[in-house]
């Protein structure tokens, strides 16, 4: 480790890399030989969807000479599947450096022969891959580190579907990536006159594809009045989602001021991540003043939407991602049937660790609903593979992640604030909110909940720990939870799936995945999946049972919880 530590250092201080940079190194040594040691001691990865780390010196940082050395390698692959005709879409987000990274890459492909539309000024991630398509891009990029802390920064990689980069092509740039052994490798500028700047005409294109997902529009025109809060947690949300509400119809939003002007540095929150409820307490505080009907939050670029809610004790809430997902799904398989634009051939996509209460939905209205890896460009390769057979409505996973409508290849949470508005509406004309919907998915369908439990392991000896973690799970695998024997296990690394009980096996017909699932006979599920983009493993519990009343739904909620809570001591994860 040593060894290659200043091997890389060596590398850094002889090369041709700028004055800065240099000095910042021999600061780092003289003060800092920690923080040397976790710049250098590897190369920041280009994993299947692209960059991501602290911003930095350094071979492990993301800094202008890593995000040159990606890009020179993407421009040889796409060159290489397309020849010389080849164009790209770059976005960015809010971040720090994330306009310079963007213009590196940018300088980068044009010097490569590359044609290039850069946006003006920062924009939400799912309007760059909506403008691949659109424009009819080969390739694209977009700078953001979604929800991750200040410090960090990323890459994602798209194709020319508008989605991130899947088999054969992400292991492909990956190893082009790869062979980048040096910044000279790198063609800097010379194609400056290969870059056009494109903005509010994109921008139009996109807003109207939002508005044409709406179902119902004049239940949005009669509930012009709902009283929306809305906050884009500093971020790229507020470019558009703003005026696409206004063109939903929708004219009293009202806007957390504390964070709508977009900042990397994230001001007002610990992480600029709408999972989290501190990063949403501002905007459930304004909610609660205005005695809003709704809160919804977006990340930093704009990709994953939250969601609050006044429940049924007219407390404010925020719903979980599952939840989210449960409601969007049976919304859009309920208006579509009701409007008699269902097609016999309908079909929607989750991912393994999204609650099954989708499947139990989708069954009801004869729509078939397929379970993927986690990340949504496999639910944007299904689509594809299925394109000239069946018809997609909706997609989601458990992450506050939602995609409608098949214009865009990856999450969406402009058109999922927009629709989610609509539902609220919705319900709202019926003298409803949608916690009265949430309670009665859950008396038809069964009281569903579920838990993600994130446990961090950072540095150079996080991923050995966490690798270690998911391998004494699958030599040890847990023969008991909360006193019920583990009945099924799931292996997506080994493509296997075992009945316990019986010994059976069988192949699952799913790429390759580091994820563990435990099954039990009562539809509990527990998932151990190590996250692709930050330092940690994620647990996922899903547990449910028959909810007989609305009125039990505070016991039965506690119910579910204890359960959850017996099985996580059980596993050690308290």
Known sequence: MEETIQKNVDK????????????????????????????????????????????????????????????QGYANYLKQCFGNEVSVAIAHDCRNNSRNFAEIASNVFGANGIKVYLFESLRPTPELSFTIRHLGCQGGVVVTASHNPKEYNGYKAYWNDGSQLVPPHDKNVIAEV???????????????????????????????????????????????????????????????????????????????????????????????????????????????????????????????????????????????GNQTAMIAFNYMMEARKAKGIAQPNDMVIKTIVTTSMIDAIAKSYGVACYSVLTGFKWIAKLIRDKEDKEHYVIGGEESFGLMIGDKVRDKDGVSAVAICCEMAAYEKNKGRTLFDKLIDLYLEFGFYKEKLVNVVKKGMNGATEIANMMDSYRKNPPKTLDGKPVTHI????????????TGKTWDIDLPKSNVLQFLLDDGTSISARPSGTEPKIKFYFSVNTKLDKAGDFDATEKLLDDKIDRIEKEMGLQ
């Open 12 to 71: 850094w201080l002889t090369g041709n890399y700028d004055a800065d940079t240099k000095a910042a190194i021999k600061k780092m040594q003289s003060d800092d030989p920690n923080e040397l040691k976790e710049a250098f001691y590897k190369n920041l990865e280009f994993g299947t969807g692209g960059l991501r780390g602290i911003m930095g010196v350094g071979t492990n940082r993301m800094n202008k000479y890593t995000v040159g050395m990606a890009t």
């Open 178 to 320: 790869d062979k980048i052994a040096s910044v000279d490798d790198v063609k800097w500028s010379g194609g400056e006159s290969n870059i056009t700047l494109i903005g509010k005409d994109i921008d139009e294109a996109y807003m109207a594809m939002v508005k044409g997902l709406s179902i119902y529009p004049e239940v949005c025109a009669a509930q012009n009045d709902l009283k929306i809060v809305y906050t884009p947690i500093h971020g790229t949300g507020i470019t558009l989602v703003p005026p696409v509400l206004d063109r939903y119809g929708f004219k009293n939003v009202n806007i957390v001021a504390e964070q709508a002007v977009p900042d990397g540095n994230f001001p007002t929150v610990k992480y600029p991540n709408p999972e989290e409820t501190e990063a949403m307490s501002m905007g459930l505080a304004k909610a609660k003043a205005l005695d809003a009907d709704i809160l919804l939050g977006t990340d930093p670029d704009a990709d994953r939407v939250a969601i609050g809610l006044k429940n049924h004790k007219g407390e404010w809430v925020l719903l979980n």
């Open 490 to 501: 799931l292996d997506y690394e080994l493509k296997i799936g075992k009945d316990i009980t």
